[in-house]
């Protein structure tokens, strides 16, 4: 168990729709990372989030959002889904030893797009 | 960030050392080295992290040499539930709030053979 956690674990939605995935990062780790996995493209990072402010970004595309609140949860918000959305969306955080840091990762939520 | 270069995909049967090496030619000063094991369906997990010469954790050991420019991840007697990708990153953090992000390569799948 890292301590970081994600719900919800499953979600089958519609093209079209869109959804929210949640992250709670462990306990006073102040970086949250989004990853994408998807069979044929591997582990590519979404976003970074650092206290609050955006830090970084990756392949992430315009359909997607996040943010990280005051509490250091952060949510990913994926809208006007498609078929290629299909994936295992991964969430890590990391603390401040400032240095190259460890990052922890969530279980995953899997996204089906039908 | 440092281009890593991987093997594919190894096998070993159980009981036995295995090493996989990883290549970084373009790492810089400051990058660390570390490596993450993931199972299917599950998020990637720590496994250990250097700088240069030896550093031994409960789990494997990670050889550096002096020009830094490979590593080697030792697993000792591996078990049938070693089985897994393992990923070698390179990198660093500039700042303690400085964006950091982790860049995946294909990782070695390890299949450990009874």
């Known amino acids: 168990d890292s301590g970081v956690t994600q719900t919800p674990k499953h979600l089958i939605t519609a093209t079209g729709q869109r959804v929210t995935l949640r992250c709670s990062p462990r306990s006073g780790d102040l970086s949250v990372y989004w990853y994408q996995q998807s069979l044929d493209q591997g582990l590519q990072f979404l976003i970074q989030y650092y206290n609050g402010e955006e830090r970084a970004k990756g392949n992430i595309l315009e359909r997607f959002s996040a943010q990280q609140f005051p509490d250091l949860h952060s949510e990913l918000n994926l809208s006007s889904l498609e078929l290629g959305d299909s994936a295992l969306y991964f969430c890590?955080?990391?603390?401040?030893?400032?240095?190259?840091?460890?990052?922890?990762f969530g279980p995953g939520t899997r996204l089906l797009v039908l | 960030l440092a281009k890593t270069t991987q093997p594919i995909s190894m096998d070993s049967y159980e009981g036995q050392e295995v090493n996989i090496t990883c290549s970084h030619n373009n790492i810089a000063t400051n990058d660390y080295i570390t490596w993450y094991q993931q199972f299917p369906s599950q998020g990637p997990r720590f496994i250990i992290q250097g700088y240069k010469t030896k550093v031994t954790n409960e789990v494997a050991s990670l050889f550096i040499p002096a020009d830094r420019k490979s590593s080697t991840l030792s697993l000792p007697r591996v078990s049938l539930s070693d089985t897994a990708v393992y990923y070698c990153l390179v990198g660093a953090q500039v700042r303690m709030d400085s964006s950091y992000k982790l860049i995946f390569g294909s990782g070695t799948r390890l299949l450990v053979r009874p």
């Open positions: 890590a955080s990391s603390g401040t030893s400032g240095r190259q840091e460890t990052q922890y």
